[in-house]
Nanobody, 123 residues
Framework: QVQVVESGGGLVQPGGSLRLSCAASGNILSIIAMGWYRQAPGKRRELVATITKGGSTNYTDSVKGRFTISRDSAKNTVYLQMNILKSEDTAVYYC?????????????????WGQGTQVTVSS
């Protein structure tokens, strides 16, 4: 059974910082890529940042220079360091994981979403 669990959301003032964590667990052989998405009220879910197994990163333009995605491969965990937060960063942040799984000597890929963590930027 695979689980993808986020943590680290909360309320922060504009200009502040938060660090989100996402841990994947279960019968995971390898991680293809992990990333963060967000969905604000009344808006579509959008990509925030992704990181591949090889360490390549990708960011949406609105967070470049403020957010940093990183990973701990040994722990199957990805982090999102968010600095200089703005009110428009307020959203539910979701972790997404592309995984290679193993079961009874079979290998297969699956995509998982976490349950989401709320980030609110407000004074």
């Amino acid at each position: 059974q695979v689980q993808v669990v986020e943590s680290g959301g909360g309320l922060v003032q504009p200009g502040g910082s938060l660090r989100l964590s996402c841990a994947a667990s279960g019968n995971i052989l390898s991680i293809i890529a992990m990333g963060w998405y967000r969905q604000a009220p009344g808006k579509r879910r959008e990509l925030v940042a992704t990181i591949t197994k090889g360490g390549s990163t990708n960011y949406t333009d609105s967070v470049k220079g403020r957010f940093t995605i990183s990973r701990d491969s040994a722990k199957n965990t990805v982090y999102l360091q968010m600095n200089i937060l703005k009110s428009e960063d307020t959203a539910v942040y979701y972790c997404n994981a592309d995984l290679i799984l193993t079961e009874r000597d079979n290998l297969y890929t699956e995509n998982y979403w976490g349950q989401g963590t709320q980030v609110t930027v407000s004074s």
